[in-house]
Every structure is written in structure tokens, then in C-alpha cells.
């Protein structure tokens, strides 16, 4: 999962290079739009690893995962609504700060969980 978790952080940057290097809506539209589906292939193997290995507080974690790609999509018809370097901004930071605390405090959860 770390290896997901740092392509996630990688697609955040460049949403952040593309928006700073003055990037049409376009693009920056694409990137959110690439962040959001990999966001969904990378929730789709955790949890199959979670139900894999009987994770007691499985449905509790793809709520926060569904919640996630929810705003996540709010912002991208933002970004495509006109939103620019306000939506883009809002992504990068919100997603970043949203990641870091999954990764630092929910995903720790189950660690210990598949580790026994």
C-alpha cells in the first residue's frame, strides 16, 4: 500500500506544478480526474485486502473512502464549472492533508490487524 500511497502523493504534485506553471483547466481537470480514479483503484485493493483478512472495522473505513472520492468529485465539477486555481488548490491541500492523516492514523489501524 505504500507504494499506492506515494503515487497518490506524486499525482498531488503534479496537480500542484500544473496549476503553479499556469496549466489550463483542462489539464488540471485531467489530473483530478486521473487522482480520482486512482484514489478508487487504491481504496478497491485495500479494502479487498481488509475483507481478505476479516478487518472488524472494514465498513467503517470504505465510508471514509467513499466520503473522500465524494469531495473529491465535487472539486473536479468545480474545477470543470470554472472553479480554477481556487478548486486546484482546495484538491491539492485537502487531498494531501486528507492522505497524510488516513495514512498516519486510520490506516494504522489495521496494520497491527494483518500484521497477528
Known amino acids: 500500500m505504500d507504494g499506492h500511497h506515494k503515487k497518490l502523493f506524486d499525482i498531488?504534485?503534479?496537480?500542484?506544478?500544473?496549476?503553479?506553471?499556469?496549466?489550463?483547466a483542462e489539464v488540471v481537470t485531467q489530473i483530478i480526474d486521473e487522482l480520482i480514479r486512482y484514489t478508487e483503484y487504491h481504496f478497491s485493493?485495500?479494502?479487498a485486502l481488509l475483507a481478505k483478512?476479516?478487518?472488524p472495522d472494514l465498513d467503517s473505513h470504505k465510508a471514509k473512502h467513499r466520503d473522500f472520492v465524494a469531495l473529491l468529485k465535487d472539486y473536479k465539477s468545480q474545477a470543470e464549472a470554472g472553479g480554477g486555481i481556487f478548486v486546484v488548490n482546495k484538491v491539492?491541500?485537502?487531498g494531501a492533508d486528507w492522505l497524510k492523516t488516513h495514512i498516519q492514523q486510520v490506516d494504522k489501524h489495521y496494520e497491527s490487524h494483518l500484521a497477528g
Open 92 to 94: 491539492a491541500q485537502t
Open 45 to 47: 485493493e485495500e479494502e
Open 53 to 55: 483478512s476479516s478487518y
Open 12 to 24: 498531488l504534485n503534479k496537480l500542484f506544478n500544473a496549476a503553479r506553471d499556469g496549466k489550463g
